[in-house]
């Protein structure tokens, strides 16, 4: 069994208590401080990339009325749960799928979105490619996740933790614009780091 399939099966089990235990407590805060610096359109049509079970993208329609989302998890339990609490219907949907590639046409969303599931992607300079293809020009791409001192660190040759400066030269790579680095918690930094797609 690959890596991706090993996690997979561990987000399907953890699923039906995901909200439950302390990881709730941790999203909360991270979404409430993110939410601080979103910016988006009145109308935006939104793409939140390992939505899990669809906290973020009901607080970004509860806060933007006219907000429509799509929530992308590879972890059908984690679907399943999102469904069963989507509270804004039929503004959000959530679907099964990767992040890599993206089945959705270019220049689509308005703003996409990826906390703390980053540091799991084996490939990422193939899914930034994939954001900056789906995003509008002057679209905003909001990556959340662990950061570190150093350019990359490496755990269990599975997870991978980037600096802001190897952030942003991964995003330049691909043609997205960083804007800023905001640290929104501690100790171990989480790195709110915001890009645009240029005109």
């Given at each position: 069994?690959?890596?991706s399939n090993k996690k997979q099966q561990l987000f399907d089990h953890w699923a039906p208590f995901y909200d439950f235990i302390l990881t709730s407590v941790f999203y909360q805060a991270i979404h409430k401080r993110l939410l601080d610096y979103v910016e988006l359109p009145k109308q935006a049509k939104v793409l939140d990339i390992g939505c899990g079970t669809g906290r973020l993208l009901n607080r970004l329609a509860a806060k933007y009325s006219e907000l429509q989302g799509i929530g992308l998890d590879f972890s059908a339990e984690m679907l399943h749960q999102a469904r069963r609490s989507n509270?804004?219907?039929p503004r959000l949907?959530?679907?099964q799928g990767n992040a890599a590639?993206?089945?959705f046409v270019d220049d689509q969303f308005d703003a996409v979105f990826n906390t703390i599931s980053f540091l799991h992607y084996p490939d990422p300079e193939q899914v930034l490619a994939e954001i900056y293809r789906v995003l509008r020009p002057g679209g905003m791409f909001y990556l959340v996740d662990l950061a570190n001192h150093s350019l990359t660190k490496i755990l269990h040759g599975e997870m991978r933790f980037y600096s802001?400066?190897?952030r942003q030269q991964m995003g330049m790579q691909v043609g997205l614009e960083c804007i800023r680095h905001q640290h929104l918690l501690g100790p171990e930094p989480v790195v709110l780091?915001?890009?645009s797609k240029p005109f």
């Open positions: 069994m690959n890596v509270r804004h219907r949907i959530f679907v590639p993206l089945h802001r400066e190897k780091t915001i890009f």
